[in-house]
């Protein structure tokens, strides 16, 4: 747990070989106790995270964590099978997002009630310490003779220090060529110039609801994901409502975890600001080491032997192909002008 401990003044705790001439210092107790403490938050948190996954639990977990755990980005999911953390083949993994089950109100339900505390961290709160120089038994004070309704009108703008801050953005799930991919539709997507005018592209729009802080950092606290429409390559639209409920469990975890892990950078990475978080790819470089500590609700993979696979003399036709909804003239002219305008 140790090697994770980031020592005040930017410095690393770490463990001195034997014939060194000075003796390893121990770490600060209270430092010590507050990286316990957040160890253990984040094992209630996976653990919590694992009874929210009704069907194919071991596996839907030990993918999240072949996710967070793995050192290169996630392009191919197949790709994944191959990591350490994920102990099953690679046909669990496409059986645990074809036929996984995800508890969706209880998933939302545990980011909503972990994650916004954790937006602004501790150097958020202490910038809001500073710049919150309102005194509140002055101000209740100030507003005893004023009627309800003006009152709660000075405390709604007073509150902008502690009220909680929220966004929803939308993003797309691009899949242009995922004929086999049912109920497609055009989304926006800036990549796309097919003709210099029009910027949509096949596939399903995601909106996500995220709790944001004060500071400008690179942290968000994603709380929900909606589909709009009727990424990884997956086939269905449910697979791919799993496949981003699992990417926002694994940034969560990143979240809770961020103020825990040591900076294992790259010998021609900037050291980072010391009054700053670290950024969320640089977390995940060290979350292998805080997952060995903390362990994993999942139960280990069984031993079994290949199934006996399709019987002989039977033949299985080609997948079900899904047309794109054509767009109207009028549609893309309506697009075309607000591009236009906006600009």
């Known amino acids: 747990m140790l090697d994770t401990l ?6 690393l705790q770490s463990v001195m070989g034997a014939g060194a001439e000075a003796a390893p210092q121990p770490p600060d107790p209270a430092q010590a106790a507050d990286a316990i403490a957040r160890f253990l938050a984040l094992r209630e948190f996976r653990a919590r995270l694992y009874s929210c996954l009704t069907s194919r639990p071991d596996a839907l977990l030990e993918l999240c964590d072949a996710v967070l755990c793995a050192d290169h980005a996630v392009t191919s999911l197949v790709q994944l099978s191959l990591e350490a953390e994920f102990t099953r083949g690679h046909g669990a993994l496409y059986d645990a997002l074809a036929a996984g089950g995800i508890d969706e109100e209880a998933f939302a339900a545990l980011l909503a009630q972990e994650l916004p ?34 009152a709660a009108q000075v405390r709604e703008a007073c509150a902008r220090w ?25 989304v926006h997507h800036d990549a796309c110039c097919c003709d210099g005018v029009r910027k949509t592209i096949p596939g399903w729009e995601y909106q996500f609801l995220a709790a944001a802080g004060h500071l400008r950092t690179a942290w968000t606290a994603l709380i929900d994901a909606g589909r709009t429409t009727k990424a990884a390559k997956v086939r269905t639209p449910e697979q791919a409502d799993r496949w981003v409920r699992l990417v ?16 294992l950078r790259r010998p021609w990475e900037k050291p980072p600001d010391p009054d700053r ?22 139960h280990v993979a069984k031993p079994g032997r290949p199934g006996p696979g399709r019987p002989k003399g039977t033949t299985r036709g080609p997948a079900p192909r899904y047309p794109i909804p054509k767009k109207s003239r009028i549609q893309d002219k309506q697009d075309g002008t607000a591009e236009t305008v906006t600009g």
């Open 277 to 298: 978080p670290l950024t969320p790819g640089r977390v995940r470089r060290g979350f292998p080491n805080i997952r060995r500590h903390i362990g994993t609700p999942a």
């Open 6 to 11: 980031p020592r005040a003044g930017g410095r």
């Open 117 to 150: 505390p954790l937006a602004d961290g501790e150097q958020g709160r202490a910038w809001i310490a500073e710049h919150d120089t309102i005194g509140y038994g002055l101000l209740e004070a100030a507003l005893a003779g004023l009627p309800d309704e003006q």
């Open 248 to 263: 926002m469990a694994a940034y969560a975890q990143l979240l809770i975890a961020r103020t825990g892990t040591a900076d």
């Open 162 to 186: 502690s009220r909680l801050r929220s966004a929803v953005d939308a993003a797309p799930y691009p899949r242009p060529d995922a004929e086999c991919s049912p109920e497609r539709e055009h």
